[in-house]
Nanobody
Framework: QVQLVESGGGLVQPGGSLRLSCAAS????????MGWYRQAPGKQRELAAT???????NYADSVKGRFTISRDNAKNTVVLQMNSLKPEDTAIYYC?????????????????WGQGTQVTVSS
């Protein structure tokens, strides 16, 4: 099992910045992916950004150039720095952790979600 603890979020004006953090603990494999998804009211959950344990990043087109994802493998933490925020960024942001077991331990993939944190961009 992996536990996720999120922090950050809140209310910010358009053009402002926010920082989301997520800390993972538990039985963590060295091969994993951490990231953030978001869900706006009435919409499906969608990718915001992810980063692998090797440092490979992936961003939704809608956040490229504005959001930056980073991680500290030693601390099993991931940070999403969100700049130039827009009202359409308003959503609940969920930390996600994909734990990839080595072949010697079955090679299965396990998915975990945080409880979510609200980000509201409004004047």
């Amino acid at each position: 099992q992996v536990q996720l603890v999120e922090s950050g979020g809140g209310l910010v004006q358009p053009g402002g910045s926010l920082r989301l953090s997520c800390a993972a603990s538990g039985n963590i494999f060295s091969d994993n992916v951490m990231g953030w998804y978001r869900q706006a009211p009435g919409k499906q959950r969608e990718l915001a950004a992810t980063i692998t344990s090797g440092g490979i990043t992936n961003y939704a087109d809608s956040v490229k150039g504005r959001f930056t994802i980073s991680r500290d493998n030693a601390k099993n933490t991931v940070v999403l720095q969100m700049n130039s925020l827009k009202p359409e960024d308003t959503a609940i942001y969920y930390c996600t952790f994909v734990n990839i077991a080595p072949v010697t331990r079955g090679g299965s993939t396990y998915y975990y979600w945080g409880q979510g944190t609200q980000v509201t961009v409004s004047s």
